[in-house]
Each structure stands twice: as C-alpha cells, then as structure tokens.
C-alpha cells in the first residue's frame, strides 16, 4: 500500500472514529510506530486531525472546538428527543415545583416539550429557571409555567446568558432540578465545556440545585474540552443514548452516579 493510500484511510478512520492511536494504526497497517508517526505528521499539516500524546484525534475534538447552536440542532436528532422524552418524566410532579434549564440543544428538546405542559391538578405550577435566549422564547407562551430568565450578557454563539451577573442570581437561587448540558463528560476530567465564561455559570447551576441532572447524547461521553464545570461527584443522574465506555461506567458509579439510557 502507497503511503498516500494509507493516509486517506488514517484520516477517515479519525474523522469517523474521533481518536486513533499509533499502537492500533501500526498493528492494523502492519507498520512501524515511526511510520505512523510520520503519517500522522502529514496529515496534521495538512489540517486532517490533530497529533495528541500517543495518537491523534479529530480536529474537531479540539478544547476549543465548540459548534454553533444553529449546527448542534441539526445533529443527533433522534438520541436528543429521546434524552429529553426521559428527562421529561422527571419534572416534578408535587404542587409546586422549581428547575432549570441549562442552555443547549438538547435541553432545548426538553424546553420545546415543556412548551406544552399543563400541570395534573389545576392550580399546581412549574416554576422554570433558564439562561437560553431559546428556550425562555418557547416557554413564554405557556402561561401555566412560571418563567424566570437570568439576566447577564448574550454569548451569540450558543444564545446563552453568562456573566458575573448570572452567577450572583444563580446563588441565591435553590430550585428542584438542574437539567444542564455538557460539551464533554469523562472519568478523569468530569464535566466540562470550551468557555470559561460559560462554564463559570454551568458550575453556579450545579452547585445550586437540589438535584442535577446532565442530558448529553453518546457523542459527549468520554469527550474533554477546556474547562472543567464539575466533577462527577457533582451530579446525580446522566441521561445519554447508549452505554458509557467501561471506563467511565465505572467512574460514574464510584461517584454514585444514576445512569439512565434512553
């Protein structure tokens, strides 16, 4: 095979796996680790991946790498609708009840269905905390839920309001649930997402609720970007569509953590 051959199918490997190794890469081309390596090499010159300490990974995979919400919203449709089905059975059914809602798109799949809620008894009310310039336009409408928008400046790509003063409201505030999102969930690093202003209100979201609960599709399992929001110890329930890698299965049950695969 011509080193060209092979490289094509070194980037469409990354590109449909996220991450190789040059262990793997070496065994399946029948090649030395130095071979890779300088396949590696070209093709991280010529902007197909990115060289990682003992492989590569997508450039996509990047700390900084974030999408837009307008592209995330096309993307995983179907496992975020289920996600938000299941995150939906767990609003809370007492007579009165508080959450927030992280900004996301699939915390957006969650909002378009509270768009909709009416509460079992007349006279009972939600009361829904949200960040997302999104998700409080949707729930505006429904007059039997109890909005409550957090004031601070409108970060344009992900339509979320950070800031010193979204942080300061969210502690002084003690609701229910917490249904957030994430860019990245991993054994060793936790929780974590490309912006540091944005995650310093993740973090505040975490450490006010009751109870908090990460709606990420399979895509953001064993994924690390930037910032660290919180540990796995932080929260109580992963919602995802397929089972986590043993590894992080096991780090989420030591840190007692409920998951459910919708």
Same mark, same amino acid.
């Given at each position: 095979? +011509? ?13 449909? #796996?996220?991450?190789? %190794?040059?262990?793997?890469?070496? =065994?399946? +081309? ?17 902007? #197909? $991946? ?20 307008? &592209? ?21 059914? *007492?007579?009165?009840? *508080?959450?927030? $809602? @992280? ?16 509460? =079992?008894? %007349? ?11 999104? !998700? ?21 790509? %992900?339509?979320? !309001?950070?800031?010193?003063? %979204?942080?300061?409201?969210? &502690?002084? /505030?003690?609701? @229910? !649930? ?7 969930? *991993?054994?060793? +690093? ?7 202003? &944005?995650?310093?209100?993740? *973090? ?19 994924? &690390?970007?930037?910032?660290? +929001? ?5 929260? @109580?329930? /992963?919602?995802? @569509? ?21």
């Amino acid at each position: 095979m +011509f080193a060209e051959e092979r490289q094509l199918l070194i980037a469409a490997l990354v590109a449909t #796996q996220g991450r190789v %190794t040059v262990t793997d890469l070496a =065994a399946r +081309f029948a090649i030395t680790a130095e071979t890779v390596r300088r396949d590696l090499d070209t093709l991280e010159a010529a902007r #197909q $991946l990115r060289r990682v300490h003992g492989g590569a990974v997508a450039i996509d995979r990047l700390s900084l790498s974030e999408p837009s919400l307008d &592209e995330r919203q096309t993307q995983r449709l179907d496992e975020k609708s289920r996600i938000a089905d299941a995150a939906m059975r767990m609003i809370p059914a *007492s007579r009165t009840g *508080s959450i927030v $809602l @992280d900004a996301g798109s699939t915390t957006e799949r969650l909002a378009d269905r509270l768009a909709g809620w009416t509460p =079992a008894v %007349t006279g009972d009310s939600l009361l829904v905390i949200t960040n997302a310039v999104p !998700i409080a336009g949707k729930l505006s409408r429904n007059e039997t839920i109890q909005l409550h928008i957090l004031g601070g400046r409108v970060r344009g790509l %992900t339509s979320a !309001i950070v800031g010193a003063g %979204t942080v300061a409201q969210l &502690e002084a /505030l003690r609701p @229910d !649930i917490a249904f957030i999102g994430t860019n990245g969930i *991993s054994a060793s +690093f936790g929780l974590s997402t490309p912006d540091s202003v &944005e995650a310093a209100v993740k *973090s505040a979201i975490v450490t006010s609720a009751r109870r908090v609960v990460v709606l990420a599709d399979s895509s953001k399992l064993d994924q &690390e970007t930037l910032v660290c +929001f919180a540990a796995l110890a932080d929260i @109580d329930t /992963l919602i995802t @569509d397929a089972a986590p890698s043993a590894q992080l299965a096991a780090a989420l049950a030591a840190a007692d953590v409920d998951v459910v695969i919708a």
